[in-house]
T-cell receptor
Framework: QKEVEQNSGPLSVPEGAIASLNCTYS??????FFWYRQYSGKSPELIMS????GDKEDGRFTAQLNKASQYVSLLIRDSQPSDSATYLC?????????FGAGTTVTVRA | GAVVSQHPSWVICKSGTSVKIECRSL??????MFWYRQFPKQSLMLMAT?????????EQGVEKDKFLINHASLTLSTLTVTSAHPEDSSFYIC???????????????FGPGTRLTVL
């Protein structure tokens, strides 16, 4: 079983819609969780971090964490074409990050 | 703040040669740097953790004699791919964790990556 699993993509949403990304992790001792955005040929860019159960909002992005269910999600509201990218979920344990395979999102204009 | 650079951004080399990739934290000190490899359409895979002044810790399946890591200062780590072969062609990305590892600074900051092509 992979440490971090993401819902398979690709995910295509119309401009202005909500994109919903899901991630589960297997290691219960994981301490914090991150969502990275990666454009093709570029390195990952951190967009959200979350450490506590519940929701965390930052602009058009909302991350949700449920440690009991070992589940992390990311909502992108009012999706824009510039949001088209691969989104990587990562779990941190003892300063190491384990990444999911990524979900590719395409926002249709 | 929290800028990490990598050099070179891309490199093409012949099979059997060695290639050195530098990772620098430009505006912070990093006791720990991480080296990742990413093959096309795949996620990032941690290769090794580089600690300033000590030996790197390699992940299972990563050959330490092939991928030499040196972390000589708090702002510089280098990865040398020795006797490179075509299967080593990949996107190599480093990240750095600031010395002050609390709160916001628990995150790792990624470099822009180095595209290695071995002919």
């Amino acid at each position: 079983q992979k440490e971090v699993e993401q819902n398979s993509g690709p995910l295509s949403v119309p401009e202005g819609a909500i994109a919903s990304l899901n991630c589960t992790y297997s290691d219960r001792v994981s301490q914090s969780f991150f969502w990275y955005r990666q454009y093709s040929g570029k390195s990952p860019e951190l967009i959200m971090s979350i450490y506590s159960n519940g929701d965390k909002e930052d602009g058009r992005f909302t991350a949700q964490l449920n440690k009991a269910s070992q589940y992390v999600s990311l909502l992108i509201r009012d999706s824009q074409p510039s949001d088209s990218a691969t989104y990587l979920c990562a779990a941190r344990n003892d300063y190491k990050l384990s990444f999911g395979a990524g979900t590719t999102v395409t926002v249709r204009a | 703040g929290a800028v990490v650079s990598q050099h070179p951004s891309w490199v093409i080399c012949k099979s059997g040669t060695s290639v050195k990739i530098e990772c620098r934290s430009l505006d912070f000190q990093a006791t720990t740097m991480f080296w990742y490899r990413q093959f096309p359409k795949q996620s990032l895979m941690l290769m090794a953790t580089s600690n300033e002044g000590s030996k790197a810790t390699y992940e299972q399946g990563v050959e330490k004699d092939k991928f030499l890591i040196n972390h000589a200062s708090l702002t510089l780590s280098t990865l040398t791919v020795t006797s490179a072969h075509p299967e080593d062609s990949s996107f190599y990305i480093c990240s750095a964790r600031p010395v002050l590892g609390k709160g916001k600074y628990n995150e790792q900051f990624f470099g822009p990556g180095t595209r290695l092509t071995v002919l």
